[in-house]
């Protein structure tokens, strides 16, 4: 399983990386679109931890 722990308290969850940077990108699309766009795929990649 892998998770992105968002600054606000949102988990995404995924089977993969994919699944799951599809899952913070469109919780970050709704919910901090600034932060989205200010945020390069290394970073995002950065935040996955995998349990
Ligand atoms: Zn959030």
Redesign the pocket.
Known sequence: MKLIR?????VARGENNDQVLGEIRG??AT??PAVLASVTQQDLIGWIVTE
Not at 6 to 10: A, L, P, R, S, T
Request: aromatic share 12%.
């Open positions: 968002c600054e606000c308290g949102y919780h970050m919910d901090h």
